[in-house]
């Protein structure tokens, strides 16, 4: 397994920031979400650091659907980055965080009415609208409640990411957003910006998840610069603002090559700044929402190993105590990771086994033949690169209780989530 910054072995035993995994066992049980939080922090202000121009005001923006809770919005609050939020869940954790709420854009592509109420209620600084319907329903209330609000409209740029199907969002038929492409979108620019209560903006325009091609990206700011350069002249509007989206890819397996982060938005800026100049927009603000990239790489699920067991036809198998209500990525996606036994760093890999959960469903498996030193009852199997999409989308199936979340930082270690307990499984039951 690869060790991420902040992954030290003691004692043959691995450590997250100087916290050792027994003990974190010992405190907390397993299993356990691990956040490393010396690197969110790390990985937030690289991207402030990074993303920045002298040309217009930049905005960092945690896409909260990778891993939210109370403590996240806290810690990248620290460092001034702003907000994607996609449902009322979101934008109600968001503001019992005491974010400031102007810097929160309400994405999603079917934002329900009473959700735009609260997203109006709670000041959040800037809707970002995604077709006909929804324009209609947000200038109606704007002008109800007598608000002046913030826009975006969300364009598909029409560029395939090579990525899993599941998660590219700018195919031609993708649900997101308005094609470029689509001659009625200028209809429904003029449209909005015609709206005394409606402050049209720009664009935001999102291309998919775990994408690895630098071009994809840079092709993409192109095609949104250039359409808006098209929009400021046929309709003689300004675009002032863009919104880039995320999507940067990580590492999970080796198999993955990232690009160096750093350098890539450096790039990243230089681009828009270029074609820009190119086009000649006014632009003020250019906004970015990394999740995964953000979150990703600093998270880790530890797990107690119980029983193993080789089938008739030959596959050996580890029995862990979470599994797919944890993690459901590799069910949902055939998403790759990988693991170590965290309490013998130092033995030989000399087995392959495939790790299943305790889920009562075949498919319920964290990973397919991984080299692993031979484990007994009672390890600790740490898997590596959860912190993104695996909180987010636990569920209770087989009626077990959701994992707790510890972060853990230069040998201190504090509780973020509590472990979901019996009572709260039937919380809601009549
Ligand atoms: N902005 C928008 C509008 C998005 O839809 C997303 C992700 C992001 C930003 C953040 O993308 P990221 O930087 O995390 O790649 N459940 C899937 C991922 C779905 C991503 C949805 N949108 C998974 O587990 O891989």
Do not use: W
């Not at 869940?89 to 592509?109: I, Q």
């Not at 031609?172 to 910006?193: A, M, P, T």
């Not at 000649?280 to 603000?285: V, Y």
Request: glycine letters at 8%; aromatic letters at 12%; a negative charge.
């Amino acid at each position: 397994m690869h060790l991420f910054k902040g992954m030290t072995i003691k004692n043959n035993e691995l450590n997250i920031s100087e916290v050792g995994v027994t003990k974190l066992r010992e405190k907390y049980q397993t299993p356990l979400y691990v956040y490393d939080e010396n690197l969110i922090e790390e990985t937030c202000a690289l991207f402030v650091d990074n993303f920045k121009s002298s040309n217009f005001k930049t905005e960092i923006l945690y896409a909260s659907k990778a891993f939210s809770c109370l403590e996240i919005y806290r810690v990248a609050s620290k460092f001034g980055l702003g907000f994607d939020v996609v449902s009322f869940g979101e934008m109600y954790t968001a503001y019992k965080a005491g974010v400031d709420m102007s810097k929160v854009y309400f994405h999603g592509n079917n934002k329900t009415v009473e959700e735009l109420e609260y997203a109006l209620k709670l000041n959040v600084g800037t809707i970002v609208i995604d077709n006909d319907y929804e324009y209609e329903i947000v200038n109606k209330l704007a002008e109800k409640n007598n608000r002046y609000v913030d826009v975006l409209l969300r364009i598909n740029t029409g560029i395939d990411a090579h990525t899993h199907e599941y998660i590219k969002t700018a195919k031609d038929d993708s649900k997101f957003g308005y094609s470029v492409y689509d001659e009625n979108i200028f209809h429904l620019i003029n449209n909005i910006n015609q709206q005394e209560n409606l402050n049209f903006k720009g664009f935001h325009s999102h291309i998919g998840s775990q994408i690895f091609e630098e071009n994809s990206f840079f092709e993409a700011v192109r095609t949104v610069l250039e359409f808006s350069k098209n929009v400021q002249d046929r309709l003689n509007i300004n675009i002032t603002v863009l919104n880039l989206g995320g999507g940067f890819g990580v590492y999970y397996t080796a198999a993955d090559k990232p690009f160096e982060l750093g350098q890539f938005l450096q790039k990243y800026i230089e681009v828009v700044e270029e074609e820009q100049g190119n086009y000649d927009l006014n632009l003020e603000k250019v906004v970015i929402e990394p999740g995964r990239s953000l979150i990703c790489n600093a998270g880790s699920t530890l797990y107690t190993i119980g029983g193993t067991k080789k089938t008739f036809a030959g596959r050996e198998y580890i029995f862990v105590d979470g599994g797919m209500g944890d993690n459901p990525r590799y069910a949902l996606y055939k998403a790759k990771y990988e693991c170590t036994i965290a309490n013998n760093m130092n033995g030989e890999a000399t087995e392959e086994y495939t790790i299943a959960g305790k889920y009562c469903e075949s498919g319920d498996i964290l990973i397919k033949d991984i080299k692993l030193p031979k484990a007994q009852a009672n390890d600790l199997l740490l898997v590596s690169s959860t912190g993104a999409y695996n909180y987010s989308m636990a569920s209770n199936y087989n009626r077990l209780p959701k994992l707790p979340v510890v972060f853990v930082k230069n040998g201190e270690h504090r509780l973020v989530v509590k472990r979901e307990t019996l009572d709260d499984l039937i919380k809601q039951d009549i």
